[in-house]
């Protein structure tokens, strides 16, 4: 007779192919991921009727949104003042005054805003403003 209590063993899980698998998985979705940082203002521009301009590559775009917020070609400013905004348009512009600047204010944007940024390009010698509108439907 075997009195002996039989011995159970414990099973084992080999854990360490599904760890190489979880960390496969999350180089590929890293690596494989792009992050994109946009920083564009959400700007509901008003509305007109007139003919589409041809966007030209070197132009200074104030885009102006709700808040009173100012972007430059898409770059965000760090406040609204003033200076701060002549800084950055002196930065994408250049020595170049005779480029055209584009005002893309949204519909809601205060009118201090807007003149803001006209008085900005007034004092550094921008003469060919413009600003950006959206094409109407019309009802027929």
Not at 46 to 72: C, R, T
Request: hydrophobic share 45%; glycine share 4%.
């Amino acid at each position: 007779m075997n009195l002996r209590s039989q011995r159970v063993d414990d099973p084992d899980v080999n854990l360490t192919p599904l760890i190489d698998v979880v960390f496969l998985l999350l180089i590929f979705f890293m690596v494989s991921t792009t992050f994109d940082k946009e920083s564009e203002l959400s700007i509901e521009l008003p509305k007109a009727d007139g003919a589409l301009l041809e966007k030209n590559s070197l132009q200074v775009e104030v885009s102006i949104d709700a808040q009173g917020s100012y972007a430059i070609n898409s770059e965000r400013i760090i406040n609204t003042q003033i200076d701060t905004l002549k800084a950055a348009i002196v930065k994408v512009a250049g020595d170049k005054r005779d480029i055209p600047m584009i005002i893309s204010a949204d519909g809601k944007a205060s009118h201090q805003s807007v003149v803001a940024a006209m008085d900005a390009a007034r004092q550094l010698g921008f003469s060919r403003l413009t600003f950006a509108t959206r094409l109407s439907k019309k009802d027929n």
